[in-house]
């Protein structure tokens, strides 16, 4: 019942909060916050699972009740956690905690609704790394989308009610189109449930049947593409990325964080589970073709970074980069590169939410983050500048930070791939990538904070507030503990991954 | 323990209309709106509730036969029962505040209950005299209804369109009923399935055509193209509580008719090689829908935009009879059934929303989205309840509708017609786009005007946040709803 109370509680949070008037709302929610927060910490402290959720083994806190029957179909509310979920939902609650706080200076007006809207969509979040009903989840995935619509739409940037609506129908066009792929499949198979584990089980014993005259063979390359194009565009990969610039320019700092930090996850998580897991024998058909879009992702998502004058637009465009190496990793398909891909999920969640964070702070007091309009800021605002230079590390892969560790596995796991044709052609393509990012961060960052002071503005440059910098120094020392100590999650990441390799026909 | 008659809740509904009549007519004084409404209410309540308790205790699993067979009590008809009672109680309730300055109130609220029975019956009819009648029951007031606001030129002119296109398709669709009965000789809807199994070869053209002719009544009933002209103008011109009873109750009885008479009279194992109707309702079905959203995305008026979208909503619910047959018959139930829960979600969110543009109306704001600019920092739980609607019928998990309308695809998917479902995901998508546009005016727009909203309808807040929280809590407790919606396809297939 774990798993139930933790979305439970931050759902009712989320009503209190609603109702709560607006000169409490933002420090009852972020008390509200603590307490899925300290839940999922706990979970972790008593984590025992070493299985998958979709492949059986041990798993943690897992319950299973009937909840809709549909003629021959039975529905299930069906929750649990293997090592991948367990990291995730530790990053939702920990990033959103932190998010909240970081949300005191810039979001001004309607406060209780704001937090209210931050903690229904963490309570979705939570079910989305959890349930394992398609249609508990498929709720989930879905809701997220309304609050993330409001928070783009009643707090964001100029062009917020343009960008509000393109993240929307965008996004949910994707769903859709999964969701037919999805249902394909499992009308294909004998099975009377929409059980993602007895799906799963049904695919890799290969009991697809024709299916509307569609051979079992061609069915499933169908249904990999219609998924896969549907979580590309959550992850995003280019050709499908369009909708995050807008979204993350738009967005206030605090739904940039959660944005990049877990939205995004929701993408490559949803392709581990359902192309590479249900579907790992396409996914190796389809190596080739993925791999290139990967490194496209990779190359283009930091070129078009490069090419940005303004700083959140740099950190929004180099998510694109950095989703592309979790998904060469994924591709990889051996332990270094499944695994190290989870942990990049991680990494790159702690990383870029630092990132949005210093941003946001530049923002909040100097009203402009145009690279050209700021010099020299290190001397004003010395703190903000030493995070902003740790992030820029952490995403260059700077060693004992999480970023190093996570992409140090995916290359490890590219170079030795065995599953990928021409693997290291690939990876090192993809490698270079990290040059470009180097590249791009330390003229933003030679520009913005060194040099002769220099803002055009007319605010005042002075250090960012105690709870602005509290949050941005938790999350960089959560950092460097993930990189300095990976075992933390990677451990647990390895054992619910061996299966899904093992299952597929790997290692 | 007295054993209640199969067709109470069909009395209730008649009895309510008659008492209401005999109230105005013993004290006609327009004062007296709290009790018409009152009593209204109740018989609407009692109705949903005597429907639900049947329901619940199996009563339609076996088929009870009325009046030489010709209306029929099944888990079906209680089914459709339930969703007119609980349309009518939200309708009356809302209503209270909605007519309480105009004339002719008694009239008013019996019209509706009127209409009510017409529809209740509807869904029970099970020879095409019934269901000629019943419709027509349901009709007639309706037409008076949507003209109730007589010094109103856009609700005379509504009730006009309505009432033409209405006898129109009424004709046709008797005519239709006359070619049936001339080639199979009886009137009895398992009569016609048993004649058209050894029916001859000559014959086959001319019952082909009384299909078609008929299926003109269903499509006008449920809105669907190509009878569907009349809707946008009679929901837009109508009050707004019967628009929602219009484009709710109404819709779902009609659709009760054309699958009773459809599967019954007309079972497409046995015809489907010769007259093919499942194909008429694939194609009629991505023409509605498409039509309808494509409608709907382009309207200025919020009541039109919920016009052109309840067009739509009939061309998914039409995926019900168009992918019968073409899978097994556990695929058909599945279809069948989400098409059935779909209509009952409907009646919740669909009769909300409208009723949200009555309480709209009733503070004197505009019509357009501009008009609603700002709303929700007036009555910010009115707004939620609305946005509970939009987005509920937009297909999003805030409501019962994500449930029905993704089972609906799962439906069609799975028997085979996945390049339908794909039809309907595209227009759900564009759904979206202008439900959310609501959302948009009333909670990120800042307002242009000052509204007041001083004002405070007990009975049109109470219809609107009841319905709200009907959506919201089925998707929780969607096992009954989804239960009884199969039994009730399982019974017809």
Redesign the interface.
């Known amino acids: 019942m774990m798993i139930e109370a933790l979305i439970a509680v931050t759902f009712l949070s989320a009503m209190v909060v609603l109702a709560a008037p607006e000169r409490w709302a933002a420090k009852l929610a972020f008390a509200l916050s603590l307490v899925p927060l300290v839940g999922s910490l706990w979970m972790y402290s008593v984590f025992e699972a070493s299985g998958n959720v979709l492949l059986g083994g041990p798993l943690a806190f897992e319950t299973k009740v009937p909840w809709i029957s549909l003629g021959e179909y039975q529905l299930h509310w069906h929750v649990a956690m293997d090592g991948i979920s367990m990291a995730m939902v530790v990053l939702t609650t920990v990033l959103m905690s932190l998010a909240l706080l970081s949300a005191w200076t810039p979001i001004d007006e309607r406060r209780s609704q704001f937090y209210g809207m931050m903690l229904f969509m963490e309570a979705s979040l939570l079910g989305v790394f959890t349930a394992l009903d398609f249609f508990a989840w498929f709720i989930f995935w879905e809701f997220v989308l309304v609050p993330m619509y409001f928070l783009i739409g009643i707090w964001g940037g100029p062009r917020r009610k343009y960008a509000a609506i393109k993240f929307f129908v965008y996004t949910n066009v994707a769903s859709l189109v999964m969701f037919i792929g999805f249902m394909a499949l499992v009308f294909a198979t004998p099975v009377t449930t929409l059980g993602l584990p007895a799906i799963t089980e049904a695919l890799l014993a290969g009991e697809v049947s024709t299916f509307a005259g569609i051979a079992p063979e061609t069915l499933k390359l169908v249904a990999f593409v219609a998924m896969f194009a549907g979580f590309a565009v959550k992850v995003p990969m280019v050709p499908f990325h369009t909708w995050l610039p807008d979204a993350h320019v738009e967005a206030p700092t605090p739904v940039s964080v959660i944005l990049a930090g877990v939205l995004l996850k929701m993408g490559t998580y949803a392709l581990l589970r359902f192309n590479f897991t249900m579907l790992s024998d396409v996914a190796n058909t389809l190596a080739i073709p993925i791999a290139i879009m990967a490194v496209i992702s990779v190359i283009y998502g930091a070129m078009l970074a490069l090419a940005q004058r303004d700083l959140k637009r740099i950190v929004a465009y180099s998510s694109i980069s950095s989703m592309g190496y979790v998904i060469l990793g994924l591709i990889a398909w051996n332990m270094y590169g499944v695994a190290g891909a989870t942990f990049q999920m991680v990494a790159h969640g702690l990383i870029s939410g630092l990132m949005f964070m210093s941003v946001g702070v530049i923002y909040n007091i100097a009203h402009t983050r145009m690279v050209g309009d700021l010099s020299g800021l290190a001397d004003r605002m010395p703190v903000t500048s030493a995070v902003f230079v740790s992030a820029a590390f952490g995403y260059m892969g700077l060693p004992l930070m999480a970023g190093f560790a996570g992409e140090l596995f995916i290359f490890l796991g590219g170079m030795q791939s065995t599953a990928l044709p021409a693997a290291q052609v690939f990876t090192a393509m993809a490698m270079f990538g990290i040059v470009i990012v180097a590249g791009y961060l330390l003229m933003a960052m030679q520009r913005v904070l060194f040099g002769p002071f220099r803002a055009d503005t007319e605010h005042e440059i002075v250090p960012a507030a105690f709870h602005d910098a509290a949050a941005i120094v938790v999350l960089i020392l959560l950092v460097i503990l993930l990189g300095t100590v990976p075992d933390l999650f990677y451990g647990m990441i390895q054992d619910a991954v061996r299966p899904i390799l093992a299952a597929g026909g790997g290692l | 323990m007295v054993q209640l008659p199969y067709l109470t809740p069909q009395y209730l509904l008649a009895l309510t209309a008659l008492v209401l009549l005999l109230y105005d007519t013993i004290s006609p004084n327009s004062r007296q709106n709290g009790v018409l409404a009152g009593i209204a209410t109740t018989g609407g309540l009692l109705t949903a509730a005597v429907s639900a308790w049947f329901l619940a205790a199996g009563t339609g699993l076996g088929s009870y036969e009325a009046f030489s067979g010709a209306l029929v009590v099944d888990q079906m008809s209680l089914f459709f029962t339930f969703i007119v009672g609980s349309v009518t109680t939200l309708v009356v309730v809302a209503s209270y505040d909605y007519v309480r300055d105009e004339p002719h109130i008694g009239e008013y609220y019996s019209l509706v209950a009127l209409a009510a029975t017409g529809m209740a019956l509807m869904g029970a009819a099970n020879s095409l005299v019934t269901v000629f009648v019943s419709l027509e029951l349901a009709s007639l007031p309706s037409y008076a209804l949507v003209g109730y606001l007589k010094t109103n030129k856009g609700s005379v002119e509504a009730a006009l369109k309505y009432f033409l296109v209405g006898a129109l398709s009424s004709a046709i669709m008797v005519y239709g009923i006359s070619l049936i009965y001339g080639v199979t000789g009886t009137l009895l809807l398992d009569g016609i399935g048993d004649a058209v199994v050894d029916l001859e070869p000559g014959l086959v053209g001319i019952l082909g055509l009384g299909v078609l002719m008929m299926t003109g009544g269903f499509l006008f009933k449920t809105a669907a193209v190509p009878f569907h002209f009349w809707a946008p103008d009679a929901y837009e011109g109508a009050p707004a509580p019967i628009s929602g009873f219009i484009s709710s109750a109404s819709k779902a009885a009609g659709f009760a008719v054309a699958f009773r008479v459809l599967l019954e009279a007309f079972p497409i194992d046995v015809i489907g090689t010769t007259i093919p109707w499942t194909w008429l309702f694939v194609i009629v079905a991505a023409i509605t829908m498409t039509l309808g959203n494509f409608a709907a995305a382009v309207q200025e008026n919020v009541k039109r935009m919920l016009a052109y979208s309840s067009v739509g909503h009939a061309g998914y619910v039409l995926i019900g009879l168009a992918a019968i047959g073409g899978g097994t018959s ?1 695929a058909d ?2 279809v069948l ?2 098409a059935m829960m779909h209509l009952l979600v409907y009646g919740f969110m669909n009769t909300g929303a409208f009723l949200f543009i009555a309480l709209a109306e009733y503070w004197g704001v505009g019509r357009t989205f501009e008009d609603y600019n700002g709303l929700a920092r007036r009555a910010p739980v009115a707004s939620l309840a609305m946005t509970v609607f939009m ?1 509920s019928l937009a297909g ?3 409501g019962a509708g ?2 029905s309308k ?2 609906l ?2 439906g069609a ?2 028997a ?3 390049w339908l ?2 039809i309907a ?2 227009n ?2 564009l759904s ?2 202008y439900y ?1 546009r609501v ?2 005016a009333i ?3 800042e307002p242009v005007s000052e509204i007041s909203v001083d004002r405070t309808p007990t009975g049109i807040y109470l219809a609107v946040i009841g319905a709200a929280v009907v959506t919201v809590g089925l ?1 929780f407790a ?2 009954p709803v ?2 009884w919606a ?1 039994d009730a396809a ?1 019974i017809v297939l």
């Open positions: 556990e139930t599945l059934g989400a987005f999003l998990p805030v994500f449930l993704y089972f695809f799962a998917i799975q085979g017609f996945w479902a794909a995901a595209v759900s998508a979206l786009y959310s959302v948009k909670w990120i727009e998707l969607f096992d989804a239960q199969i399982a």
